[in-house]
């Protein structure tokens, strides 16, 4: 009797060793195998150096144009951005003296006249409100020495006030006769003789303060005559009413030429 035949399983089949000595998984893409503990790495050939060399050139020379190029964007935001604001000042300037943005070649440019227009802008002002305040000083000096003249006028003058007038330290031929000595003499002068008085009047700033000096060193030698008011008694005005007598008596205090009248009427009873 035949021995009963067992079957015996197939033994797996080896890899087929690939081209070069890879295995097929190899070959499928799997990674290379490390290299044994203990091995130093394969060294590069010089042409491997040099490729890494240019690429980490490349790289770097990429980085700096990006980063040129992110630093001229932003100068250039920032440029229109105060182009914006400086443009925004002008539309709420009505200072048509201001240099102009469009006059001009560049931003940079502009904002140094600009600058150059405000300080000098701001020291014309300075010495404008300077100059302001010694003319008031001025003004308020004359006019409380004027008044002391007027009060020696009306000593020496009887019609000083109906003669002269208001004088105020507001022209340069008023100023100039406010400050001679003889200044009170000087305007009784003018007020007498009107065609002189209207000559000086038309001459410029400087030839009126030469003409009033002019008489102020004419009339010291030779000051003017006073009028000699009549001795015949004033003529009788008769009377309108209570009303006006009552105003005819009163002192005015509105009226500085008003009063000076009032009070030579008191004085020399005419």
Do not use: C
Request: glycine residues 4%.
């Amino acid at each position: 009797m035949e021995a009963a035949a067992t079957e015996t399983p197939a033994a797996p089949a080896a890899p087929i060793p690939a081209e070069g000595g890879a295995t097929a998984p190899e070959v499928a893409g799997s990674a290379p195998a490390p290299a044994p503990e203990g091995q130093k790495p394969e060294a590069q050939t010089p042409e491997q150096q040099q490729a890494k060399a240019e690429k980490s050139r490349r790289d770097r020379k990429i980085d700096r144009l990006y980063r040129e190029r992110a630093e001229e964007k932003a100068r250039a935001d920032l440029l229109s951005k105060q182009l914006d604001e400086y443009r925004q000042r002008e539309q709420k300037s009505a200072d048509p003296g201001a240099p102009r943005l469009e006059n001009f070649k560049d931003i940079e440019e502009y904002a140094s006249a600009k600058a150059k227009y405000e300080s000098d802008k701001a020291l014309k002002a300075h010495t404008d409100r300077q100059q302001s305040e010694t003319l008031k000083q001025t003004q308020t000096r004359l006019t409380e020495s004027w008044s002391e003249k007027v009060e020696a006028a009306d000593e020496k003058y009887e019609d000083f006030a109906e003669v002269v007038g208001d004088i105020t330290p507001t022209t340069p031929w008023a100023i100039a006769l406010m400050e001679a000595d003889n200044g009170h003499d000087i305007a009784y002068y003018l007020g007498q003789h009107m065609d002189e008085a209207k000559a000086i009047h038309q001459m410029s700033p400087l030839g009126q303060v030469r003409a009033i000096g002019r008489l102020e060193a004419k009339l010291a030698a030779t000051p003017p005559k006073a009028v000699t008011p009549s001795k015949a008694p004033a003529p009788i005005t008769p009377l309108k009413g209570t009303e006006d007598a009552a105003n005819a008596s009163a002192e005015p205090k509105d009226n500085y030429k008003d009063w000076l009248r009032w009070r030579q009427r008191q004085v020399h009873k005419r």
